[in-house]
């Protein structure tokens, strides 16, 4: 069973940055899309990037320009590097994988992820 182990969250200042990472433990990702999610006190899950097997990535728009997904196949890792952070980031940061070559993030390709980390925490607050 795949599982996915997230990592890197904290407590940053507004404009610092996080690196999280998204780990498969005796698995190999190479042919996974990865997505991050996140999902922030009382509103929905929202996709914020996601990569595909071969590097193609797309991001939601209020990141474009501060996160940069990026995958190391022979470390079984999907990064996000965060950027210049803002309060409104402040969330549970979810990795998920699905055996597909589509980079979608939308709420309505959610359910095409079948593999979900636990979540890591991003707090973003002077």
């Known amino acids: 069973q795949l599982q996915l182990v997230e990592s890197g969250g904290g407590l940053v200042q507004p404009g610092g940055s996080l690196r999280l990472s998204c780990a498969a433990p005796?698995?190999?990702?190479?042919?996974?899309?990865i997505a991050w999610f996140r999902q922030a006190p009382g509103k929905e899950r929202e996709g914020v990037s996601c990569?595909?097997?071969?590097?193609?990535?797309h991001y939601v728009y209020s990141v474009k320009g501060r996160f940069t997904i990026s995958r190391d196949n022979a470390k079984n890792t999907v990064y996000l590097q965060m950027n210049s952070l803002k309060p409104e980031d402040t969330a549970i940061y979810y990795c998920?994988?699905?055996?597909?070559?589509?980079?979608?993030?939308?709420?309505?390709?959610?359910?095409?992820?079948?593999?979900w980390g636990q979540g890591t925490q991003v707090t973003v607050s002077s």
């Open positions: 005796g698995f190999t990702l190479d042919n996974y899309a």
């Open positions: 998920a994988a699905a055996f597909w070559g589509l980079c979608e993030i939308s709420v309505a390709t959610m359910g095409a992820y079948d593999y």
């Open positions: 990569i595909t097997s071969d590097g193609s990535t």
